[in-house]
Structure formats: C-alpha cells, structure tokens
C-alpha cells in the first residue's frame, strides 16, 4: 500500500523523457535560510529503464542557476560518480534523493525553480513521485 501525504500522486506508466520542472515563490521560504531540495518518489516492481540512468537535476532562484547535479532513483551498491547523489529510503516507505542545495537571502527575490531531466531515447515506466521537498538544512 502507498501511503503519501496528498490525494494524487504522479505516476510514469511508460515513456521516453523524464522531465519534471516545478516552482515556487521564495515569499513562501524564511530569508538567511540555507535549503536542501528533495525528489520524493517510489519504485513500482516492474520500474524500468533507471537504473544507473543519470538524471540532470536543477535548482534556480529568481532565474539563476545555484545548484546542478546528477541523481539515479535507481542504481546500484557500488557506482559512485564524483558529487552524484543517490536515492535513499525514508522511514515513511518512499525515497528520497537530494536535488540541491541552496540559500535563501532577500537579494535572490522570485521563484524557486526545481528541474529534473532526462531525454533520451529508452523506455521508462513505474516510477511514482509524491512531490518535491524544500526544508531548512
């Protein structure tokens, strides 16, 4: 059983592109903050097409990009690349793997913006995202 904090969670039945962009106004982040952005997803049994696929992850504030990784929401023990992050298990059932981080400051007025992508020309499915965490590291 899934348990998740919303009604509707996303699910990727099958495809070609991973793509997830999302946005905020800072008005709802407390300024002299530094954040961590988190992807919160779960692997259905049959995911297919992620493993040890690298994702280019995001964060931008008012325009300006502050953080660019790499992140997997599946890999496996033992391939570690240089600053890419990997999915770890929360106590909740669901993963998470870390986006960016980033601070928050007066100056950097606008949207937060969070991007995910992969855009190649394999098949994936069965993965399923609750959302994107923002919280005070």
Known sequence: MLTNRFPEVAEL??????????RINTRMLSPKTRYKAYLVFKLKDDTYGFRNTPI??????????VSKRVVYVQAESGIVGNGDQYP????????EVELGAFEFT?????????????RHY????????????????
């Open 13 to 22: 039945l099958s495809g070609w592109d991973f793509v997830i962009h999302g």
């Open 56 to 65: 280019e992850a995001a964060v931008l504030l008012g325009g300006a990009e």
């Open 88 to 95: 770890k298990e929360r106590g909740d059932n669901w993963f």
């Open 106 to 118: 007066k100056e950097r007025d606008g949207d937060l913006e969070i991007l995910l992508e992969r």
């Open 122 to 137: 394999d098949a994936k499915g069965g993965v399923i995202i609750q959302g994107t965490e923002i919280r005070p590291n």
